[in-house]
């Protein structure tokens, strides 16, 4: 172990996250896929550190969720506050002060019309989007939903059926929900229709799209397109220019509703507090989780009021939605990356990251791709013949893991970059380094 050991190990501790491991393997489901061999004992701002005391660089935030680093002292004391006033109250018996604050905050961050919109408040990304497709399908009396390859929407029988980065996922377990289309994602990397650039194919994946609407989808039938504005799971994938827009545009002229799964891209991590921003436009739904909760369980479905005023009392809830300490959490965390201005430092940051892969590409020609936008970077490893590196990727994450940096893969062989909105220029230069020489142990032969 190379990672940079806490001296005030005790003897005791040295042992404590083999026999976690071990202990773990015992009890907990094997399903639960771990990219790293890392027990973590504790948290503290972008490190995460074992039960021996080594202390990792965490690159990826729990997956996009700690967008203000790991126990954030304002984070603490809001949880700590709100614990010793209500814990759970159950937004159907009663009305909760935290859940409302925390809705007025996110409308007031979101764009157009959802400034005036209405939320719900769910426990994670794939129930928030469970809810988007709901209340689009409610709403419209339509029954079909187009998404896209490449995407991820969650794991739940409704979310998956949306869920279309990987077969894992699906496996044994189709016939999922009816009614669901996918057309390609703009993976321009590996454009899945051969053109060599975003330039040359004029978005041949919204004509595909518009196949789809003559083909196998009724207009009239299409309850909602819903898309993530950067693809997460499936690769970090930025979409071309006016992808987003084209999408806003043919849900205008069928009357079906964008819903923008933003529970990856969302509150900051991109630079803008939503995506879908990037793109100009204005969906009808906004999907959230992961860094909502400033660490705990909490997610949102955000639409226009039009739409949510249509949906009757009783149509849709959650025991624990919006549970009082969630929404404190989640308080707390908005208001960091709005007063420390965590957004445009992301970009600042992201910049910084990017432009050393860029000037390391040469030396290090596994590298493929570079792509993202902020903190939301994607670092794509090809073989010699410009496949996906998806045989080595895994071993080189976990030897990541040893080399003292937390990483996760995305996509077929993407490195995914993350790291908590609040990471320093020298902090990412750290990472970076060791992300290079563990591709430098990699190198073709
Ligand atoms: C874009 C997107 N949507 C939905 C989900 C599902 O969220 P959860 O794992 O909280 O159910 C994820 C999770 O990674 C995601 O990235």
Redesign the pocket.
């Known amino acids: 172990m190379n990672a940079n050991s806490n001296q005030s190990a005790s003897s005791e501790e040295l042992i404590s996250s083999q026999a976690l491991i071990k202990r773990d393997a015992d009890s907990v489901a094997g399903t639960i896929y771990r990219y790293t061999d890392i027990a973590f004992q504790r948290g503290d701002g972008v490190y995460l550190y074992d039960f021996e005391g080594h202390r990792y660089l965490d690159f990826v935030s729990g997956?996009?969720t700690m967008n203000v680093g790991h126990c954030h002292p304002q984070v603490v004391d809001a949880i700590r506050d709100q614990a010793q006033t209500l814990i759970h109250g159950a937004s159907h018996v009663g009305y909760l002060e935290p859940y409302v604050d925390l809705v007025e905050a996110l409308k007031a961050t979101a764009p157009g019309d959802l400034q005036s919109g209405k939320a719900i408040l769910v426990?994670?990304?794939?129930?928030?989007?469970e809810t988007a497709i709901k209340l689009a399908r409610f709403v419209t009396n339509r029954p079909m939903i187009l998404a896209f390859t490449d995407?991820?929407?969650?794991?739940?029988m409704g979310?998956l059926s949306m869920?279309a980065s990987s077969t894992l996922f699906r496996q044994r377990l189709s016939s999922l929900l009816p009614g669901v289309h996918h057309t390609p994602y703009p993976y321009c990397f590996r454009c899945p229709l051969k053109y060599a650039s975003p330039e040359e194919c004029d978005l041949a994946c919204v004509n595909l799209v518009e196949k789809a609407l003559t083909s196998v989808v009724p207009p009239d039938d299409l309850a909602g397109i819903i898309v993530?504005p950067i693809?997460?799971?499936g690769g970090y994938i930025v979409p071309p220019e006016g992808f987003l827009f084209a999408l806003r545009e043919i849900c205008d002229r069928t009357g079906a509703l964008l819903i923008a799964?933003?529970?990856?891209?969302g509150l900051g991590r991109t630079g803008k507090m939503f995506a879908v921003e990037h793109g100009g436009i204005e969906p009808d739904i906004i999907?959230l989780?992961?860094a909502l909760g400033g660490g705990l369980?909490l997610?949102a479905a955000l639409a226009k009021s039009e739409l949510m005023d249509k949906w009757p009392p009783a149509a849709q809830g959650t025991t624990f939605g919006g549970n009082p300490v969630a929404c404190r959490a989640g308080l707390a965390s908005l208001e960091i990356i709005q007063q420390q201005e965590l957004m445009p430092h992301a970009v600042e940051v992201g910049e910084f990251i990017q432009k050393r892969f860029m000037a390391a590409q040469k030396e290090f020609p596994m590298i493929g791709d570079i792509r993202g936008t902020g903190l939301m970077i994607g670092v794509e490893l090809v073989n010699p013949d410009g496949s996906p590196a998806d045989e080595i990727i895994k071993a080189i994450i976990k030897e990541m893991g040893s080399k003292g940096i937390v990483l996760t893969k995305c996509g077929a062989s993407a490195i995914r970059i993350a790291p908590p909105l609040i990471i320093s220029k020298e902090q990412a230069a750290e990472g970076v380094d060791i992300i290079l020489s563990v591709i430098g142990n990699h190198q073709w032969e």
């Open positions: 997956i996009a426990n994670s990304g794939s129930e928030a989007v995407s991820f929407h969650g794991r739940s979310a869920t993530e693809a997460g799971e799964d933003e529970v990856q891209t999907c989780a992961k369980p997610g």
